[in-house]
């Protein structure tokens, strides 16, 4: 899945005190608009889920739409834990390529044809071992962005070790998403790398 799916942040570490201040407030926007498009992203996992077992493929149109609601997702949270300084777009396409123009990067490979049924059939089994591990380092990363707030505002930069880990539990955070949305069938790693 490593390279099926990919989350990179071209960043840098400097970021302006007042930040982590009022990104949160700032971010409002987009948080409303990530909300919606998680649920309309659950939605259409539903309407995957029996598409797949029926035929075996995934429309595309679909994949699509999931990648949309992936990378949006991803961007405003990147924003929001002021990974980032400048405002993210109001972006809206439906690519597996990034399509550019935000500093964080995130690229899909959906598979959309020979799916695994039963792996598709039994999703909500398998991927409760990566939910558990993903709720334990989700955990870490808000203690982590805790942490980097304070070394934020009196230093103006991030700290490469916890800037690091908030980008892979950013990275891992996409695969399970991936995985849980039914775009692909590979096993996210038990990895941020």
């Known amino acids: ?3 099926r799916t990919t989350l990179d942040l071209d960043a840098p570490a400097e970021v302006a005190n007042w ?4 990104h949160w407030l700032l ?3 987009h948080l409303i608009i990530a909300g919606a498009l998680n ?3 659950g939605a259409l996992a539903f309407v995957s889920w029996f598409i797949i077992l029926f035929t075996g493929e995934l429309p595309e149109a679909i994949a699509r739409l999931q990648c949309l609601v992936i990378r949006y997702q ?3 949270y990147c924003y929001v834990v002021w990974l980032q300084e400048p405002y993210p777009p109001f972006e809206f396409s439906m690519t597996e390529a990034d399509p550019g123009g935000d500093s964080l990067s995130v690229g899909f490979d959906p598979q959309l044809t020979d799916r695994n049924r039963l792996t598709v059939g039994l999703r909500f089994i398998w ?3 990566i939910a558990i591990f993903y709720s334990f380092v989700l955990v870490a990363a808000y203690v982590v962005a805790v942490i980097g707030f304070f070394a934020v505002l009196f230093t103006g930069r991030w700290p490469d070790g916890l800037r ?6 950013m990275r891992l955070g996409v695969r399970v998403n991936v995985y849980a949305y039914l775009l692909d069938d590979d096993y996210p790693p038990f990895s941020l790398d």
């Open 19 to 22: 930040r982590p201040l009022v």
């Open 39 to 41: 649920s309309l992203g």
């Open 27 to 29: 971010a409002i926007p």
């Open 127 to 129: 991927i409760l071992p």
């Open 1 to 3: 899945m490593g390279s």
């Open 164 to 169: 690091k880990f908030l980008v892979g539990a």
């Open 74 to 76: 991803a961007r405003t």
